[in-house]
């Protein structure tokens, strides 16, 4: 793997290659704290796509055909120390995924996983290693909330038997491209549909605390039952995109790239959320934009 920064690259490129260079050997745990709350953002390692996959509207048989690769992007995993449980939002891929037999059985969605993406995760940046740093034992986790049950999401939810896991119901029952054959044994999770009114955008979502400051929104299009998640704070409100988009700059320009479930329906997801970030101030932090962890701090 070359790691050196390419030539006559934007300043701003070079630091984005620089970070990552730096992130594929180290784990990364960024901490702020709101309200007397700490929320994390853990970089449970990285993955990387085809070129064509992140840049173009192709297909999977035409992005399988691409042999260029682009950059590495993190994979976040987010933790709220609530008040009312300890919430994680997405598992991350765990440092299994390096061995071959990782998606042993998995089909065909597990061999098409394998070609379109290249994973990055080793034993210290796995988020069960990084929990363990902050001081979180996976049991007393509450609450695990996945946006959607790909593998870089929900790899590493054999950590958690003891947490109440929120998986949208329809996106459990109507899967799309996930390998089951990741799931644990025990894997049986709390079902949950989006029948409150939590105005907006969004309309109905799934209010998960007492306290309703934090929602779960639908947010469909790169699978047909993708979720987001939005905890609502006295400064502002930090919004959990998953994989809506790679990057925000997506949700400023609209263009919706890579294979998606429906390129329309993410496309219109996407204009929801841009619709929400001019209503309220709004910190939107997608699982795999490097710039996230920048914008966590705003
Ligand atoms: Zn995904
Ligand atoms: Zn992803």
């Known amino acids: 793997?070359?790691?050196?920064?390419?030539?006559?690259?934007?300043?701003?490129?070079?630091?984005?290659?620089?970070?990552?260079?730096?992130?594929?050997?180290?784990?990364?745990?960024?901490?702020?704290?709101?309200?007397?709350?700490?929320?994390?953002?853990?970089?449970?390692?990285?993955?990387?796509?085809?070129?064509?996959?992140?840049?173009?509207?192709?297909?999977?048989?035409?992005?399988?055909?691409?042999?260029?690769?682009?950059?590495?992007?993190?994979?976040?995993?987010?933790?709220?120390?609530?008040?009312?449980?300890?919430?994680?939002?997405?598992?991350g891929e765990t440092a299994r995924s390096s061995r071959p037999e990782h998606i042993k059985g998995g089909g065909m969605n597990g061999w098409l996983n394998q070609h379109l993406a290249r994973i990055n995760v080793n034993e210290t940046s796995d988020l069960l290693a990084q929990l363990n740093l902050?001081?979180?034992?996976?049991?007393?986790?509450?609450?695990?909330?996945?946006?959607?049950?790909?593998?870089?999401?929900?790899?590493?939810?054999?950590?958690?038997?003891?947490?109440?896991?929120?998986?949208?119901?329809?996106?459990?029952?109507?899967?799309?491209?996930?390998?089951?054959?990741?799931?644990?044994?025990?894997?049986?999770?709390?079902?949950?549909?989006?029948?409150?009114?939590?105005?907006?955008?969004?309309?109905?979502?799934?209010?998960?605390?007492?306290?309703?400051?934090?929602v779960i929104v639908p947010t469909p299009g790169h699978t047909p039952y993708h979720q987001s998640v939005i905890f609502k704070t006295s400064q502002a409100d930090f919004f959990f995109a998953g994989d809506a988009c790679f990057t925000y700059s997506q949700i400023v320009s609209g263009f919706v790239p890579g294979i998606n479930a429906d390129r329309h329906v993410a496309r219109q997801t996407l204009e929801k959320i841009k619709q929400y970030c001019r209503e309220r101030p709004t910190i939107c932090l997608p699982s795999h934009d490097l710039k996230s962890t920048q914008r966590f701090f705003n």
């Not at 970089?43 to 035409?62: D, E, Q």
């Not at 902050?134 to 950590?159: K, S």
Request: some cysteine; charged content about 15%; proline content about 7%.
């Open 1 to 91: 793997m070359n790691h050196s920064t390419p030539v006559g690259v934007h300043p701003e490129e070079a630091l984005n290659h620089a970070l990552l260079v730096r992130g594929l050997n180290e784990h990364g745990i960024y901490t702020r704290v709101v309200d007397g709350i700490r929320i994390h953002a853990i970089t449970c390692g990285w993955v990387k796509y085809r070129n064509a996959h992140v840049h173009s509207i192709l297909g999977p048989y035409f992005v399988l055909l691409d042999p260029t690769w682009d950059d590495w992007m993190p994979i976040y995993s987010w933790v709220i120390e609530h008040p009312e449980g300890t919430i994680v939002i997405d598992t």
């Open 134 to 214: 902050l001081g979180i034992h996976p049991d007393t986790v509450r609450w695990v909330i996945l946006t959607h049950l790909h593998l870089d999401h929900a790899g590493g939810l054999g950590y958690f038997p003891k947490a109440e896991i929120l998986v949208a119901h329809k996106e459990f029952v109507r899967p799309y491209a996930f390998v089951e054959s990741i799931y644990p044994s025990w894997f049986d999770p709390h079902l949950i549909g989006h029948f409150d009114d939590v105005g907006g955008p969004f309309e109905s979502g799934h209010v998960l605390t007492k306290a309703g400051d934090v």
